[in-house]
């Protein structure tokens, strides 16, 4: 399977210098040819990345309905479209064998929203008494008060944070920056958790600049950050998947019921579009024609 090797790799890069894509979402691109390759692989199916079949593709794709649902189902196929529009675009191919292949319809799976007294409850489960507590209120209130993705708020800086101008500057996808607004509480408790528990460690060197720290002085991963918050969604019998994704949602929730405007959320998410912004919120009609009979010079 050498062969295919050497073409992911080439799409890897392809991703990386020409897209400018992070290195998660390279990974999961290639999480995805991976699937196809292991599936030749158990079948000794000798097909090449130039020579595989639209017939071959199919037998994969049947095979893909038995093990995942059909929104894993959506972003497989929607992954080994890419890869061989890459091969069509760099003329190792004259098409591509994903061209009649559809992708299973989803019902839009919407993650769940926390409510104000669910995200109280979760930051009130929080045991203050120890050097991680002080940190993961902080954590939780940053997440939801900033709407940040959970890769943005483990690389979030000192330097980051202007306090006396009420934002945070934040790195987003590829490399793009934004001015976020932070609350006062938000701001009090990341005070109260730099003065008392990071003050308390020994930071290593790299990680001097790093807000948010583990017991050893390093940056946190966002695997931790997951744990943080399933184990407080545990404590308080909460009976909802949540993830740090959560907060992040229901920030634009929370926003967009109480008025605010898509444009400004968008802004505050780091949306490359309105598009994102608008499929990311449950828009119900009923709000939309509010929106409409409120504003429009010819309601």
């Not at 008494?129 to 008060?145: K, Q």
């Not at 009609?285 to 429009?296: I, M, S």
Request: charged share 25%.
């Amino acid at each position: 399977m050498g062969n295919w090797k050497t073409y992911i790799k080439e799409y890897q890069n392809y991703l990386k210098l020409e897209r400018g894509l992070s290195k998660n979402t390279i990974e999961n691109y290639s999480f995805d040819i991976d699937k196809l390759v292991l599936f030749l692989e158990e079948r000794s199916i000798s097909e090449t990345p130039i020579s595989i079949t639209e017939v071959t593709i199919q037998q994969f794709i049947y095979e893909l309905s038995s093990k995942f649902n059909a929104r894993s189902q959506s972003r497989i196929i929607s992954g080994l479209k890419s890869f061989f529009n890459y091969l069509v675009f760099e003329d190792y191919r004259n098409d591509t064998p994903m061209e009649l292949i559809e992708v299973p319809k989803t019902g839009r799976k919407l993650p769940d929203t926390l409510s104000i007294e669910e995200i109280d409850a979760l930051i009130n489960a929080i045991d203050l008494s120890t050097f991680e507590g002080e940190r993961n209120r902080a954590i939780l209130e940053t997440l939801y008060s900033c709407g940040l993705r959970v890769s943005e708020l483990v690389s979030l800086k000192i330097s980051d944070l202007f306090f006396d101008e009420g934002f945070v500057k934040i790195t987003g996808k590829g490399n793009k920056q934004r001015f976020v607004p932070i609350g006062k509480t938000t701001e009090k408790y990341i005070v109260i958790y730099k003065t008392h528990s990071r003050s308390q460690l020994t930071v290593q060197k790299g990680y001097e600049d790093t807000l948010f720290l583990n017991r050893r002085g390093k940056q946190l991963t966002r695997a931790m950050i997951f744990t943080i918050i399933k184990d407080l969604a545990l404590k308080i019998n909460l009976n909802k998947v949540i993830s740090p994704h959560t907060f992040r949602h229901s920030f634009a929730t929370h926003l967009l019921e109480n008025g605010a405007d898509l444009r400004s959320i968008q802004l505050m998410l780091g949306h490359e579009s309105i598009t994102t912004t608008e499929v990311y919120m449950h828009l119900d009609r009923k709000f939309l024609a509010e929106v409409l009979n409120n504003y429009h010079p010819r309601k």
